[in-house]
């Protein structure tokens, strides 16, 4: 049965959608149709596809944008995607053979559930990390999202969720965002859905620390105060306050980590100094006071060596 509509972004994917449709080819058979979402690239992305895709026999069909953003580029599919199940997977990641087969499985095992939570492999810098197996999925709705917004459950990789179309509705990604768009889209999901978890990887989730780093590193004021309004609208879904400026204090720790690492420590401390209100759990505390000691050593340094320079 062609059950799943897949949702792939692609901005300039050209050396790795290839890759990316190959390892979906295994699943043809639950495949209804590939929405790829060719946003503004201009190295060949959708000839690259097309061409893949007739080799593979795989049911592609390009759609052009112009979002230069992965959450517009996915909010096109969604509102073009077809078939009862959606599946959403980026253009440089992998599916792992019998993933949407299994996901399928216990769908079908699990007849109330509306969205399913499989483990994925991380894979940094092009070497393989540990499997992350979701925990804490096996409840309905509210619960569930706010402990996902806080950090408490582990998170989700796009490409690791299998959700029905009729779960996901009108729900989109935020806009606009430099980070943390899956975050808001999965919590406004997990606030209505019956969730079920399955321990096998489905996945591997390409991770670029550089790449993840830097946008944290560019206009970060401005990027946070984007982030924490488009955050703050979950309350409308009835996630509590106290589980948003917890995850405010987490990605601001996030912030301040990039900063001290690359020697801006006054953003560092500013971010610091955000985190250290939120509310948090005892690991996100103990880091903090960790980042307080070490940036009091690197300035008391720094300052040392201004002084010497100046006798010097």
Known sequence: MKAVSVVIPAHNAAATIATTLASLACQAEVIGEILLVDDASTDGTAATALQAAAQLSLPLRVLPANCRDAGGARNVALAEAFHPWVYLIDADDLHLDGGLRALLRQAESQPKADMIVGAYRRRVSGEDRQIKVPNGYQAACLANAS?????????????????????????????????????LFWARLMSK?????????????????????????????????????????????????SALKAREGLVALKIARVHYARGDLDTAARFLAVAAVAPKRRSEAWRCLRYKLKLAV??????????LQGVL
Do not use: H
């Open 147 to 183: 402990a996902y917004v806080k950090g408490d459950i582990r998170s989700v990789a796009v490409g690791s969720v299998l959700a029905s179309r009729r779960l996901i509705g009108e729900t989109r990604f935020p806009v606009g965002l430099a980070y943390d768009e899956d975050t």
């Open 193 to 241: 859905a019956s969730l079920a978890m399955m321990p096998q990887p489905v996945m591997v989730y390409e991770v670029s620390p550089t790449r993840s780093d830097d946008r944290f590193a560019i206009n970060p004021v401005r990027r946070f105060l984007e982030w924490r309004r488009e955050l703050r609208t979950l309350t409308d879904c009835s996630i509590p306050v």
């Open 298 to 307: 690197r300035r008391r340094l720094s300052a040392q060596q201004i002084e």
